[in-house]
């Protein structure tokens, strides 16, 4: 799953992008953290693992007409194209490339980090990035946060097939 700061960077940026489509900031954000917030992921996440995030499973049971419910389905977006478009592989050098991209994160997006989750971010400042490069987390907050949560919610509704599993959808979404 990417790390805290890339999905408040997300959020960020989509706020920005999307200024009228969020009436509650603190909701949104709230939404954003909740399901990597908690010790089983896969049930907030709907899917067998927090990897593999079930946008159908979600909508099926929650309904987007809420700041909270909104930025949780903006967190389960980030993280089902993180795994379907933008990497490849999940190692332990995840973790550390999210540690020494942080500052880069939080400078660059204003990103506040929220006190119930600031103990789980961490910096690194010396050190090589192994996964991630800068500009594929810029691409990634870039392009996410221009979706307008309302249509994907109907094409996901329309076309579930689509959205259901897990699987390698790098050409659709080039």
Not at 29 to 49: N, W
Not at 112 to 136: A, C, D, R, T, Y
């Amino acid at each position: 799953m990417p790390g805290y700061v890339i999905h408040l960077a997300v959020a960020e940026e989509y706020l920005k992008k999307h200024k009228n489509k969020i009436e509650k900031y603190e909701d949104f954000i709230e939404g954003v953290i909740f399901p990597d917030s908690v010790k089983d992921k896969s049930e907030t996440h709907y899917g067998i693992k927090s990897s593999k995030a079930n946008l159908v499973n979600f909508l099926k049971e929650n309904k987007l007409d809420n700041s909270f419910n909104r930025g949780y389905f903006l967190h389960l977006l980030t993280d089902y194209l993180f795994y379907n478009k933008y990497i490849d592989t999940m190692t332990k050098d995840m973790y550390n490339d999210y540690d020494l991209l942080n500052r880069y994160l939080i400078n660059r997006y204003n990103v506040k980090v929220p006190e119930k989750v600031s103990n789980q971010v961490f910096f690194k400042e010396e050190g090589e990035l192994k996964i991630l490069s800068k500009e594929l987390v810029d691409t990634l907050i870039s392009e996410i946060s221009d979706f307008l949560i309302d249509e994907l919610e109907i094409a996901i509704k329309n076309n579930p097939e689509k959205w259901t599993f897990f699987r390698d959808l790098k050409k659709e979404f080039k």
